[in-house]
């Protein structure tokens, strides 16, 4: 008897402010305006993708002191973007990543629980735990937190977020307009919270939302991250995109989730992917060198390295050997405001290994870094390409990915309308949404029922 | 008699309506108000009748009867939704009219609204605006948790004690839109140069810190957001007494203001327009709309009727900071050219029950007036800063580093 085919989870992740976007290609179109949005979101719908992704950045990048100029910058504001995304598709699901360090439960439990409401159930939350001073001075309370908090204070916060989207267990409106009963009781939305982090009590003002709670996303891929993940989340926005390295993860966060009482198809793994198709596998790899070239100029390669490097090393030639200097194992000051550099946690390592492998290749900076850093994951014909991402799927490397194209916005399009068909070719792939909610797509139960039972219950 | 100008005509939605028991009239859709299709078919409609914009409201608790504190009545309208969301969620949906969400200034991030506001402006191509309120509610503050608002002194906010205890939140909010406002300006309109030459996405030249410090809070810019369509989306606030009518005069494109006759309007408008000089502004276009919550009927004495009729539903007459009209059209639009010849350039009026007062407004009000010449008979801007006249601003930073 053989297993039953895993059914594949594809969502589209509009590229953000990052250098896997090739903005000079003639064909890319605005990362603000709205109507890139529509485009992109409409392609993904067209294709019975489960989601719409979007990352968040608090603070323009610096590096060497002066604001990234080289890649992508500015995004608009992730909320407003997802919800006037809803007035333009039906059933595709708003993934919004909004960070617990800089808000506070209350508003952002309300956006949510608003989004899902405007949506009709398909909103989601990517929580992330960017902690540093460096963003914090765009905020009100200069907030930040020592590293060693960040997740404490998530934890808290979306605990504090469940308490207010469960205030509201959904029969709480009559609107009985003869008996001029609105409410069934006074008390609706109470709450009350005293913790480390928050000490809030009050009424929290959005009735339940058609998904009950948003689903919750988590992106952080520390020791910390993949317990935060196993204990709270529904799904992982992961990095790790290739077999080994896949399934390593995802066995590992899998494994945790017994000892939070859940089990292991309680959590999604998603890990973040890019893609390059072409006609024929000689064309794709072609395609694929071009696009990295275009990707990584000399002077993106530089940059890269001063992530490591922690150093100006803006007077080394790209073409040539990696610097003969050490990194700064100080505090990063180099490059600011950048997941990335957190990416690195071993500089010293990295560099032994990248001077190994420049040497033995005779590569020079840039091709070092257009070879080492972000490779797509996925290049080949779409029949290859198809195999592959299933193959993964089935080896429990993920349970999908979060495509993100190199060209905004109609870079998703080659996807949609030649890979999409194979996977569903091979039964791994939905043809038509089979409910309305981003947690029908996702299969992952509603938590209305459960709050109802347990106040049958109790 | 000499034509009047033009005037311009907003419309406050709220819930239901502003009547406390419009929930229960027959069209009124109470179990539809946390849906997009309601708001969707309200804004619509307004739009049909050419209104400059619609305000949302808003509140960071359940909505109450009582001025500063939560009440337990379970026989009116509690829960909505996140305005600026309402606001995105309908604006793709409409072309020309202008959207305008409430946001409350003393719990909020303003680099997180600015953003928002932003967005808003792009996703509407240029329609976006905002209403600051600030939040005197001891239990707003503590769904927060981040600071203490004591009760108001005799529980007022109009009161000299009341206006006093909420001094420090007003000028907390026009230091909050101030910040907005620079961010807005923080990237100046052609900072996105995609050189591909020199493999420069943007000029960093033309990216700025807004250095914000005020006593609350500071903000250190440049906006993630680049600068939207309109350069800055348009700020409006409502007041009642001489602290809000500073923050009007210093920080607002629009103030709402709640005369209830054409002296109150000239005493109101004078200290307004003196602040405003005083505030440097005086060459600023600033707008001074009357707020008047409506009933209106086409029959002669249905309006009153109606009104009483719902007072007594809820138990008790109706009262309001705005004048309530109750009336026809007619009487209405000579009330609004009454209420206009101080110096009042529109009004803002607050459907008492929107599903009977806003298509009044639109359908019989807005004839009427174009009947006199006194409103507009097409759209004939794009964006609500050209709607208002108001022009779009230079960014503060491209003068200094021109
Ligand atoms: C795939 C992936 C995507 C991420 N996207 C974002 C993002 O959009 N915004 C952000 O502030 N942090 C983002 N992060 C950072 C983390 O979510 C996390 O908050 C940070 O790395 C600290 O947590 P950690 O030490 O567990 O990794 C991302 C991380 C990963 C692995």
């Not at chain 1, 990052?18 to 064909?27: F, G, K, L, R």
């Not at chain 1, 949506?119 to 963003?135: E, I, K, Q, Y």
């Not at chain 1, 993106?300 to 194992?329: I, M, Q």
């Not at chain 2, 109470?30 to 619609?54: K, M």
């Amino acid at each position: 008897m053989s297993k039953p085919l895993k059914q594949i989870h594809l969502a589209a992740h509009f590229p953000g402010v990052n250098n896997t976007t090739v903005w000079s290609d003639p064909s890319a179109g605005s990362h603000i305006e709205f109507s890139s949005f529509v485009e992109f979101a409409q392609i993904a719908e067209r294709a019975k993708f489960d989601f719409l992704f979007l990352a968040e950045g608090l603070r323009l990048r610096e590096q060497g002191g002066k604001i990234y100029d080289l890649d992508v910058v500015g995004r608009p504001d992730t909320f407003t973007v997802l919800a006037a995304l809803a007035a333009v598709t039906d059933r595709l699901g708003l993934t919004g990543t909004i960070n617990s360090t800089f808000n506070e439960p209350y508003e952002v439990a309300r956006q949510f629980a608003s989004l899902d409401h405007l949506s009709a159930g398909r909103a989601a939350w990517n929580v992330v735990t960017s902690w540093d001073a460096f963003t914090g001075e765009n905020f009100r309370r200069g907030g930040f937190l020592p590293q060693e908090e960040r997740y404490s204070r998530a934890k808290e916060f979306l605990a504090t977020a469940h308490e207010l989207f469960d205030s509201w267990h959904g029969d709480e409106i009559l609107a009985d307009q003869e008996t001029g009963h609105f409410l069934r009781e006074a008390k609706a939305g109470a709450f009350e919270h005293r913790g480390q982090h928050f000490d809030i009590q009050g009424q929290f003002n959005v009735p339940r939302s058609p998904q009950g709670r948003p689903v919750i996303f988590q992106a952080g891929d520390s020791e910390e991250g993949r317990e935060f993940a196993a204990s709270s989340a529904d799904a992982i926005f992961s990095r790790h995109a290739t077999l080994k390295e896949g399934q390593a993860f995802y066995r590992d966060v899998k494994d945790r989730l017994v000892r939070y009482g859940r089990d292991r198809d309680q959590l999604l793994i998603l890990p973040a992917a890019t893609f390059v198709l072409g006609d024929t596998e000689a064309e794709a790899q072609e395609t694929a060198r071009e696009v990295r070239r275009l990707q990584v100029s000399g002077a993106t390669a530089l940059k890269h390295l001063e992530f490591v490097w922690n150093r100006d090393l803006s007077s080394y030639d790209p073409d040539g050997p990696l610097p003969d200097v050490e990194p700064d194992l100080g505090e990063h000051t180099v490059a600011r405001g950048r997941a990335q550099v957190r990416m690195y946690r071993d500089p010293l390592a990295i560099v032994r290994e990248w001077r190994e492998k420049a040497e033995a290749n005779n590569w020079s900076i840039r091709d070092l870094v257009i070879e080492t850093g972000n490779r797509q994951s996925f290049v080949g014909t779409p029949e290859t390409v198809a195999a592959e991402i299933d193959e993964l799927v089935q080896a429990d490397a993920s349970d999908g990915f979060i495509l993100v194209p190199h060209i905004t916005p109609g870079g998703l399009a080659p996807f949609a309308d030649k890979v999409v068909p194979l996977l569903q070719e091979r039964g791994v792939f939905r043809t038509e949404y089979a409910g309305t909610t981003l947690r029908d797509h996702l299969g992952i139960h509603h938590p209305d029922a459960e709050s109802r039972n347990e106040r049958v219950a109790s | 008699m000499t034509t009047p100008a033009p005037l311009h005509l907003a419309v406050a939605l709220d819930g239901t309506g502003w009547h406390p028991a419009s929930w229960r009239t027959e069209n009124a859709r109470p179990h539809a108000l946390l849906t997009a299709p309601y708001w969707q078919d309200l804004i619509t409609e307004a739009e049909h009748g050419l209104l400059d914009f619609v305000t949302i409201e808003d509140g960071l608790g359940l909505q109450s009867s009582h001025l500063t504190d939560p009440d337990d009545r379970t026989d009116q309208v509690r829960g909505r939704l996140d305005a600026v969301l309402v606001a995105a969620r309908i604006a793709p949906r409409t072309r020309h009219i202008g959207i305008v969400p409430t946001a409350i200034t003393t719990h909020t991030e303003p680099f997180h609204l600015s953003k928002a506001l932003a967005t808003l402006d792009y996703v509407s191509t240029g329609r976006a605006g905002v209403r600051v309120q600030i939040s005197a509610k001891p239990h707003e503050a503590a769904h927060f948790g981040r600071r203490k608002i004591d009760p108001l002194p005799d529980g007022d906010y109009n009161s000299p004690a009341g206006q006093e205890a909420v001094r420090g939140l007003f000028d907390e909010a026009a230091d909050y839109v101030e910040a907005v406002r620079r961010l807005w300006d923080s990237w100046e309109d052609d900072a996105e140069i995609r050189d591909v030459a020199t493999g420069r996405f943007v000029d960093r030249d033309k990216l700025h810190y807004v250095d914000f410090e005020g006593e609350h809070f500071s903000v250190k810019g440049p906006s993630i957001t680049p600068r939207p369509p309109q350069g800055q989306p348009i700020v409006t606030a409502l007041g009642h007494a001489s602290i809000p009518y500073r923050l009007i005069a210093r920080s607002a494109d629009v103030g709402y203001v709640t005369p209830h006759d054409a002296d109150q309007a000239r005493a109101v408008l004078a200290e307004i327009r003196a602040e405003q000089a005083a505030a440097g502004r005086a060459d600023d276009t600033l707008h001074v709309f009357g707020d008047l919550v409506v009933f209106l009927d086409d029959e002669p004495g249905a309006a009153r009727a109606r009104r009483e009729r719902l007072d007594a539903l809820a138990g008790e007459p109706y009262t309001s900071d705005a004048r309530i009209f109750a009336g026809t059209p007619a009487e209405l639009a000579d009330l609004l050219q009454e209420l206009q010849a101080p110096g009042l350039t529109g009004f803002r009026l607050r459907p008492a029950v929107v599903a009977d007062d806003l298509p009044a407004i639109t359908r019989s009000l807005v004839p009427e007036l174009q009947r006199r010449a006194a409103f507009r008979t097409s759209y004939e801007a794009d964006t609500l800063r050209g709607l208002l006249g108001l022009p779009r601003p230079a960014s503060r930073y491209a003068t200094a580093s021109a």
